[in-house]
């Protein structure tokens, strides 16, 4: 296992109930515009990358009434769903993370937008922050 390295925050999550309108908000308030939008059927989501300079701010809505997203939204409304972080080795981070006692909700890297591999860690074990993990593929 390699050591870890410092993460850096690859983007910022937030949960929205109209994606076009919040694309608009951000796109006519921000100056900012989408540089992904794509549909993760299997995850139940659809999902939008906004460039803010040096991260990103990642849209969420939900496809599905009843998967995570939608009960997050009827129990809080939109906002601060999650903050991410690129990581060099998903797979090490949370091998190394388990054995420190930290809750995963991911167990193993799963697939995330633009060919990434993600893993989502426990609110619990972030100070009430639902955090995810991010490894970009190898070019």
Known sequence: MNPPLTWSIDHIGLAVTNLDEAIATYAGLAHTSVTLRERLEKHGVEIAFISTGGSKIELLSTLDPKNSLSRFLQNRGPGLHHIAYTVSNIKDELSRLSKLGVTLIDA????????????????????????????????
């Open 108 to 139: 193993t890297p799963r697939p995330g937008a633009a060919g990434t591999s993600i893993a989502f860690l426990h609110p619990s074990s972030f100070c009430g922050v639902l955090t995810e993990l991010v490894e970009y593929p190898t070019p």
